[in-house]
C-alpha cells in the first residue's frame, strides 16, 4: 500500500516548511503557499503511525471542490490544484481560533454534555438532549487553535476578544461567515441525502488585510455527516445514527484503550484494518461530492506532487 506521510520538497524561492497534524505546508516567497495533504491520519491530536492510502487525495479533492462551491459567500485562499494532493494559495496569516459550528448534539459536545455540562464555551444548552439530536439553532464552539500538536482548547466568544485573540471586528466576520458556510454545507449536503453535523472552519488575512477561508472544507477529518434517511427513526429507537465522518476511527481506537491520554498505547493498525479505513473515505468522497472517486497514480507519489507544483509554480 503505497502512501506519503512525509515529504522534504525544495521548490524554488522556499522560504519555509510548517508540518501539521495531516498537511505539509511550503512557504514559496513569503507570497503563496503549496498545501500538500499526505496519507497520515490523526485522532485525538495524535498523528497515527500508519498512513491510509489514498486519504491525502480525498481530503484535498473534497476541501477544493467546497472551496470553489464557496467562494460566491466567502473569499478564500485558494489559486489551484495542480495535483491531486496539492493546493496552491495566496498566503494568509491564520487567526489564531478555529470556527466550530454544530447543528447536532455530537462528537465532543455530547460527551462533554453527558458529563453533566450544560454551558459549551460560553454556549447555553438545553437539558433534555439526547445524542446526535438536532440543536434548536446552530451554535458556534470555538476552540484555540494548537501549535506544534498539542491538544486544541475550548474558548468562549468572550475569552477570545478579551484576550485580544481577535479583535471584535475581525471576529463578527468570523462568525458571519461560519453560519454562512454552514448553510450553504448543509444544503449541499441535503442534496445528497446527507446532514452536516457538525464542522470546523479556519481563517487567515491576506496582506491586503481581506479576512478569506483557509486550510480544509466539508471534509471527513474536519466534519461530520449522518445520512438522512432513517436518522428520525434511529433517534426515536435510541440508536446510533449511520454517519460519514472520522469519528468511526475514533470509535474503534476508544473500543482500544486509546483516547490520546498519557501513558496508552496506540492500538496496532493491521494491514486489513488499514484497508478498510482507505476504502471507508474513499465511500465518504463519493457520497460527500456525489461523484465517483477516481485513484490517483501512487508508482512514485512525491515525484508525480514535484512535478506538478513545478510546473505551476514555474508559470507564477
Partial sequence: MKTISKTHFNFPNQKSIYRGKVREVYNINDEYLVMIATDRLSAFDV????????????????????????????PNWLLATPDPNVAIGHLCEPFKVEMVIRGYLSGHAAREYKLGKRTLCGVTLVDGLKEND?????????????????????ISREDILAKGIVSEQDYLILEKYTRA????????????????????????????????????????????????????ERQDRGEDQKQLSKEFVRRWLIENGFQGREGQAIPDMTDAYIESVSERYIELYENILGEKFVKADVSNINQRIERNVLEYLSKL
Avoid: C, W
Fill in 134 to 154: 438536532r440543536l434548536p439553532i446552530p451554535i458556534i464552539t470555538p476552540t484555540t487553535k494548537a501549535d506544534n500538536g498539542s491538544h486544541d482548547e475550548d
Fill in 47 to 74: 498523528v497515527l503511525p500508519k498512513g491510509i492510502p489514498y486519504k491525502g487525495q480525498i481530503l484535498n479533492q473534497i476541501a477544493t471542490k467546497f472551496m470553489d462551491l464557496t467562494k460566491d459567500i466567502v
Fill in 181 to 232: 458556510l454552514y448553510q450553504r454545507g448543509s444544503e449541499i449536503a441535503a442534496s445528497r441525502g446527507l446532514i452536516l453535523v457538525d464542522t470546523k472552519y479556519e481563517f487567515g488575512k491576506t496582506k491586503s488585510g481581506e479576512i478569506v477561508l483557509i486550510d480544509e472544507i466539508h471534509t471527513p477529518d474536519s466534519s461530520r455527516y449522518f445520512y438522512q434517511e432513517g436518522y428520525q
